[in-house]
């Protein structure tokens, strides 16, 4: 692609590295910018920098958060001894809108994937060994994606911590609410059926 | 959508300002930004900021460029008889691409289009009619968007223009080249058997 300014090519090709924005896109998307009034691309632009140069991390879960705990980790009404493991701050988001979790949360901040180069060290693992370790944890919920790298991440986690007298739970796995079963996966279908569960207790949690 | 952060927030919010981006797609992207080196942002905002305040536009086309002439217009060995009439820099650089075309471009900076504000007040319009009337031009391609708004807009401008002496044009419609008959749409099919070509010439210009 050439471009007649190289104001605009310096720009597209920043904006282009982001994931899922070609460069036709990142075009799209700095024309547009263009034809606004500047403060909007000022805006844009503190804001992003604010974010990542301010952004602080919960000291006791990792998620994303302007103090030193996030809001939910100070939160004396939720349960500390239950503790979900997500991903990300998009997972915690997730959860938090079912309503149905009341316990805290520990972000990894990923998943385990040699392919693209993220090993354990770069996850916050530790801290969460740690905390079972300390003896305040009554129950992990894993809730990673079903992927390869979530049962990997997922497996490295209940190794270090099988020693422990905690219950380690994972989410369920099944047929999605309001799916049609002749369109589910065969692996879904047949795990549903397997870890199939007493019909009353499916009922009451509608 | 609630988030743990008001700087992921705010960051977030502007980010689905841009077009084809919404909340859950800006928050993808800002948690990349987050997981890339601090310079990736920096980077990004300053040239974005750069881009929207120090850009210039070619005071003959009206491209976008980086200095007073854009190199088309700067380009004697282009044709400056024979003008290209088009919407914004994304047509100029398709156009170009082709390697078809030696004249020089008219940029208008969009298009009429009542439904979102634009009046022929806002688009380069009466330059283009000055350059008609200067005498200095033989041809003028319409190259616009086969859309109700551009041809308003290449009506507009007809109207304006069509007492000069010059030839007026308008790129051809018609099937495009490796698509099958069957699954044209019938306005295009329709034009292009009542503009059909010499059979020879079609086949010169593949």
Not at 21 to 49: M, N, Y
Not at 93 to 117: C, W
């Amino acid at each position: 692609m050439e471009f007649s300014s190289k104001l605009i090519e310096k720009a597209v090709n920043e904006m282009s590295q982001l994931p899922g924005i070609g460069k036709r896109t990142a075009l799209r998307l700095v024309l547009h910018l263009l034809k606004q009034p500047k403060d909007q691309t000022v805006f844009l632009s503190q804001a992003l920098v604010a974010m990542r140069q301010d952004i602080k991390y919960c000291g006791s879960c990792h998620n994303i958060s302007d103090s030193i705990l996030c809001e939910i980790c100070a939160n004396n009404n939720r349960n500390h001894q239950l503790i979900c493991v997500v991903e990300d701050i998009r997972d915690v988001m997730a959860i938090e809108n079912t309503g149905q979790f009341r316990g805290i949360y520990h972000v990894l901040g990923g998943k385990i994937s040699p392919i693209d180069g993220v090993g354990p060290s770069q996850l916050n693992i530790n801290s969460l060994v740690e905390k079972v370790k300390s003896g305040t944890v009554q129950e992990i919920i894993f809730a990673l994606s079903s992927t390869m790298e979530g049962d990997t991440t997922n497996f490295y986690i209940y190794k270090q911590i099988a020693e422990s007298e905690i219950i380690i739970s994972t989410i369920a796995r099944g047929i999605s609410v309001g799916d049609e079963l002749e369109y589910a996966d065969e692996v879904t279908l047949g795990r549903s059926i397997l870890q199939r569960i007493p019909f009353e207790k499916g009922f009451k949690n509608n």
